[in-house]
Nanobody, 118 residues
């Protein structure tokens, strides 16, 4: 089982990044997919989640209207489009797979660092 995030990096405030998470080794299409993040000195928090077919989506209040989660079940990949980035979005972003929309995480990725700074 593998979840591999990519697309992180350094971006200026107001900029955009698109994170990708490539899954392998499990039945991607039957798992809810989520993005979490953990900022330095803070607990890990849920950023966004998307149901199996993409019809149900939720976002943390702090990213609503700026971030968009999507998935490509044909290619076992989930994305996080991040626009209007702020310094407080700086964190390690993790991809995760869960068995239910509100259920516990089954698989975790290792994370990708996003730094928003001028």
């Amino acid at each position: 089982v593998s979840l591999v995030e990519s697309g992180g990096g350094l971006v200026q405030p107001g900029g955009s990044l698109r994170l990708s998470c490539a899954a392998s080794g499990f039945a991607f299409g039957v798992y809810v997919m989520r993005w979490y993040r953990q900022a330095p000195g803070k607990e890990r928090e849920l950023v966004a989640g998307i149901s199996l077919g993409g019809s149900r989506i939720n976002y943390a209040d702090s990213v609503k209207g700026r971030f968009t989660i999507s998935r490509d079940n044909a290619n076992d990949t989930v994305y996080l489009q991040m626009n209007s980035l702020k310094p407080e979005d700086t964190a390690v972003y993790y991809c995760a797979a869960a068995g239910g929309f509100s259920g516990p995480v089954t698989y975790w990725g290792k994370g990708t660092l996003v730094t928003v700074s001028s």
